[in-house]
């Protein structure tokens, strides 16, 4: 079972950091697409930065939850709201 991860930005074409991962590399890249997301926030003074570290706090949640990460029927396509993005994790 192979993993697809990315984001959509202000309703551009997806990005596709990934199209062919396991789920918990899939998580990672979330997590560290969420910290690039709010390092370019902190850099151009946005005023979206709260938005971006609840949406991080979420996929942390997940990424470090044993009972989702560990368990395969617990997998699903999944969907994290920032502004103006969105990023995803979907089955292949």
Known sequence: MSWSVGYTKDG??????DDNVQFGEGMHL??????????????????????LEMMLAVILDINNDPGIMDDLDQW????????????????N
Not at 12 to 17: F, I, K, N, S, T
Not at 30 to 51: F, P, T, W
Not at 81 to 89: C, H, L
């Open 12 to 17: 551009a074409e997806p990005v596709v950091l």
């Open 30 to 51: 979330l997590v560290e697409g969420a910290r690039k997301a709010i390092y370019e926030a902190e850099q151009s003074e946005s005023n979206d930065m709260y938005q």
């Open 76 to 91: 699903e396509d999944m969907d994290f709201f920032g502004p103006e993005v969105t990023y995803w994790i979907v089955e």
